[in-house]
Structure formats: C-alpha cells, structure tokens
C-alpha cells in the first residue's frame, strides 16, 4: 500500500496525538519514601524546634529546585498556654504561574509537639516523628514537583506546604490549623478549581474512606477523585463513608470559599494499638506502596 506525503503526515499526527493522551507520567513510590524518611532524619518538626528549622531549609531547597515560583508565607503565633511566640511558615511552590485555569494540593509539614495519645504516660508531653502525620503527605507532595517539573501539567499547579497544622490541643481548634487558617483568611487572587489536603497517607495498611465533610460539602470533586483512583489501580481507594475528620481543607472552604476535600486515613493503628500522636508514628509503619496510589491517582486527576 502507498500512501502520499500528506495523508502519511496526517496519519503520523494523528498517531502522535493518540499516544500522547494516552501517556502519562508516571509516580515513584520508593522515591516519594526516600521524602519521607527524609524528613524524619530532621528528628521531630514541631514548631520552634531544631528539626522544624533544618526541615524549612531542606523543603525550601526542594522546591526551589523544581517549581516555577516558590514564595514564603511567613506568620507568627503567640501561644497563650506557654507565653511563647512562635514563628511559622507556609510554603507555596508553583508551577505554570501564569495560567489562570488552577488547582491546589496540599499538606502541613509541622509536627505534633507531643505524643498525647501515647500509651506511655512517660512520653505523652515528648514531640513525635510524624513520619504518616506530618512527613507523608509532603513526600507525595515533594515527588509530584519532581514530576511537574518534568512533565509540565496541562493547568496551574500551586503545591503547599502549611505550617502549624497539629500545634493544638484536643478540644481546643483555634489552635490547630493554623497555617491554612492564616492562608485562607489572607487568601486574595483568583481561586482554584479545586483543592486537595492529603494528611496521614502513608500507612503501610492504607485505605482511605470517604471523609464526611469533603462528601457533603464537595461531592462532586469526592467523585472526581475516587473515579481517578479506580483508574490508577489505587485499590486503597475506598467508595465508603468515613468519619468527619477537621483538617485543613475547612478552612479553606469556611474562610476563602475554597471547594477543598480532604484524603486521610484516620484509622491508623497496628493489632488494636493506636499509633496517632504516638511516638509508634515512624517510617516503619508507612511504605512506598501508600504514597505510590496516592500520587499515581493525583497525577490521574491533573494529567487526565
């Protein structure tokens, strides 16, 4: 069969536009851990401590290394319970700065100041790890700049990194959040289509219900998310009902009008023991496989 310059051309263009839609980049789970254990090497990273400054050096490095744009949201906050000012610090690392059409995604790097819920009395008032809660979600986060910046994604990325997530105390909310409290109350500019939190990811028994508030107040993104999810094999994924869980993704809804949901897996034990804000939250209950269906479903979400 002989074909003329042209229509050869043409099928050519057309072969290439089909394999294009077809390819997307792919997410390194061992690489994405690599972040995670990272982190954790800085020791804990709650706010004002030593592992918290070395941690700010290192995830400002990161970025800056693959976003287009990374800016620094620098706050204060005076803690009343031990008369201390403490000094924090959202990172916002962007890329296609200038396209309008955007999305969020987004995770807090701050650690918890004490293991509350610890078994052991003995280390209740000692600062934890944080490897699921606090260094999981920036892994996914850190691996995904790496792919944008290798794969430039088809809208406006904005990745943050929210300070003072976990620094509260139970029943006392004013003082948690405070990162993405201080970003949606000064939020200005254009909104995102859409946000995402993702916090405590990194369980090696991952599964990630349906957060009660993201299904209420943002159903249809829930859906959109899950539908990614089924379509990267990210089984972890599960089309139930979980609990009301308050995280970051409320105050981006109640102060910017955000539409944010949140992925979290708030169920995060071992044989019946807890290891929320427990010193039990290290590397060796998170794996490579957590963050990997996390990441390939968000790249299945922006690349689709």
Same mark, same amino acid.
């Given at each position: 069969?002989?074909?003329? /310059?042209?229509?050869?051309?043409?099928?050519?263009? /057309?072969l290439?536009?089909?394999?294009?839609?077809?390819?997307?980049?792919?997410?390194?789970?061992?690489s994405? @851990?690599?972040?995670?254990?990272?982190?954790?090497?800085?020791?804990?990273?709650n706010?004002?401590?030593?592992?918290?400054?070395?941690?700010?050096?290192?995830?400002?490095?990161?970025?800056?290394?693959?976003?287009d744009?990374?800016?620094?949201?620098k706050?204060?906050h005076?803690?009343?319970?031990?008369?201390?000012?403490?000094?924090?610090?959202?990172?916002i690392?962007? @890329?296609? /700065?200038?396209? &309008?059409?955007?999305?969020?995604?987004?995770?807090?790097?701050?650690?918890?100041?004490?293991? %509350? *819920?610890d078994?052991?009395?003995?280390?209740?008032?000692?600062?934890?790890?944080?490897?699921n809660d606090g260094?999981s979600?920036?892994?996914?986060?850190?691996?995904?700049?790496?792919?944008?910046?290798?794969?430039?994604?088809?809208?406006?990325?904005?990745l943050?990194?929210?300070d003072?997530?976990?620094?509260?105390?139970e029943?006392?909310? %004013?003082?948690?959040f405070l990162?993405?409290?201080?970003?949606?109350?000064?939020?200005?500019g *254009?909104?995102?289509k859409?946000?995402?939190i993702?916090?405590?990811?990194?369980d &090696?028994?991952?599964?990630?219900p349906?957060?009660?508030?993201?299904?209420?107040?943002?159903?249809k993104?829930v859906?959109k998310?899950?539908? &990614?999810?089924?379509?990267a094999?990210?089984?972890q994924?599960?089309?139930?009902?979980?609990?009301? /869980? *308050?995280?970051?993704?409320?105050?981006?809804?109640?102060?910017?009008?955000i539409?944010?949901?949140?992925?979290i897996?708030?169920?995060?034990?071992?044989g019946?023991?807890?290891?929320?804000?427990?010193?039990?939250?290290?590397?060796?209950m998170?794996?490579?496989?957590?963050?990997?269906?996390?990441?390939?479903?968000?790249?299945?979400?922006?690349?689709?």
């Amino acid at each position: 069969m002989k074909l003329s /310059v042209s229509a050869m051309l043409s099928f050519l263009f /057309v072969l290439t536009l089909f394999s294009c839609g077809g390819n997307k980049p792919d997410f390194d789970g061992d690489s994405a @851990f690599g972040y995670l254990v990272k982190q954790c090497d800085f020791g804990p990273r709650n706010p004002g401590s030593r592992g918290h400054k070395n941690t700010l050096n290192y995830l400002l490095t990161e970025m800056r290394t693959f976003a287009d744009s990374v800016k620094v949201q620098k706050f204060s906050h005076f803690d009343k319970r031990t008369g201390i000012s403490l000094d924090l610090t959202n990172i916002i690392a962007s @890329f296609k /700065v200038s396209d &309008a059409n955007r999305v969020l995604l987004a995770a807090h790097w701050d650690t918890r100041p004490r293991s %509350d *819920q610890d078994k052991m009395p003995s280390k209740r008032n000692q600062p934890l790890l944080g490897a699921n809660d606090g260094a999981s979600g920036v892994a996914v986060l850190l691996e995904l700049a790496k792919v944008f910046s290798e794969n430039p994604p088809p809208v406006g990325v904005d990745l943050i990194l929210f300070d003072g997530e976990d620094f509260g105390e139970e029943g006392d909310l %004013d003082r948690y959040f405070l990162g993405s409290r201080h970003f949606a109350k000064n939020f200005t500019g *254009q909104k995102p289509k859409w946000a995402i939190i993702i916090d405590m990811v990194g369980d &090696a028994e991952l599964e990630l219900p349906i957060e009660r508030y993201s299904f209420e107040r943002n159903k249809k993104l829930v859906e959109k998310v899950w539908d &990614a999810a089924e379509r990267a094999g990210a089984s972890q994924f599960k089309r139930r009902l979980g609990s009301y /869980v *308050q995280d970051d993704h409320l105050m981006l809804y109640e102060y910017a009008g955000i539409e944010a949901i949140d992925i979290i897996d708030f169920d995060y034990t071992r044989g019946g023991i807890n290891l929320w804000h427990t010193s039990l939250d290290t590397p060796e209950m998170c794996s490579p496989a957590s963050l990997a269906a996390v990441g390939r479903t968000l790249i299945e979400l922006i690349y689709e």
